[in-house]
């Protein structure tokens, strides 16, 4: 079957720190992924869409600055928070899609981030 | 406002009752997707509907995108179904821009 696996499951950072998440999918190819946020009033945000071989877009709010996100291959998708401030916690959830195969949007559990 | 608006926020069920969800979309959607949020944070795929209806075991879904609404039946509620579900909506074409409800809080009452 298809999955996403998300690591580190969480992390605390300092202030001012940047860490990096990393996204695996399995069994399928993940030709288009999607960084979301779940803030702590639980409302998602889409962060960036990134597909293999094109332009990485990124929503309003958020930008290559201080989100860079690479996506080399159809099996692996990363992406750095830097300079983490208070705000910037929350769930981390990358969501995978092989466009050739199925529709549906994979979701790994996510990378828990807390910014002390 | 919110382009996509999830009832109830909470539901408490008896072991075996059954009830619905709903998602209530703003504007035209093209396919809509369910997911449970279970206790270790998982998001888990339960459906993919681009039009009509799905039914996997206690689960169903249904999808109108000319009414604009999604639905997501449990019958016979079991523990295993304690978590948090999430509709989440695909308005355009070629993306994977999602806008999600706000959850529905699902617990059994023992």
């Known amino acids: 079957g298809a999955l996403v696996y998300q690591y580190p499951r969480r992390t605390i950072c300092k202030s001012g720190t940047s860490m990096r998440m990393e996204c695996q999918a399995v069994g399928f190819q993940a030709t288009s992924v999607a960084w979301y946020r779940q803030s702590p009033q639980k409302t998602f945000e889409l962060i960036a869409l990134s597909t293999v071989n094109s332009a990485i877009k990124y929503e309003q709010n958020f930008t290559q600055e201080k989100f860079p996100i690479s996506h080399p291959n159809l099996s692996f998708s990363s992406m750095t928070v830097l300079n983490a401030y208070l705000e910037d916690r929350g769930l981390y959830l990358c969501?995978?899609?092989?466009?050739?195969?199925?529709?549906?949007?994979?979701f790994g559990s996510g990378t828990r981030l807390t910014v002390l | 406002g919110d382009q996509v608006e999830q009832s109830p926020s909470a539901l408490s069920l008896h072991e075996g009752t059954g009830s619905a969800l709903r998602c209530n979309f703003t504007t035209t959607m093209r396919a809509v997707q369910w997911f449970r949020k279970n206790s270790r944070g998982s998001l888990i795929n339960l459906f993919y509907l681009a039009s009509g209806t799905k039914e996997n075991g206690r689960l169903k879904s249904a999808f109108d995108s000319k009414e604009r609404y999604s639905t997501l039946h449990i019958r016979d509620a079991q523990l295993e179904d304690s978590g948090t579900y999430f509709c989440?909506?695909?308005?355009?074409?070629?993306?994977?821009?999602?806008?999600f409800g706000k959850g529905t809080k699902f617990s059994l009452i023992p």
């Open positions: 989440a909506a695909e308005a355009g074409t070629g993306s994977n821009r999602l806008t």
């Open positions: 969501g995978a899609r092989d466009w050739g195969y199925a529709e549906t949007l994979y």
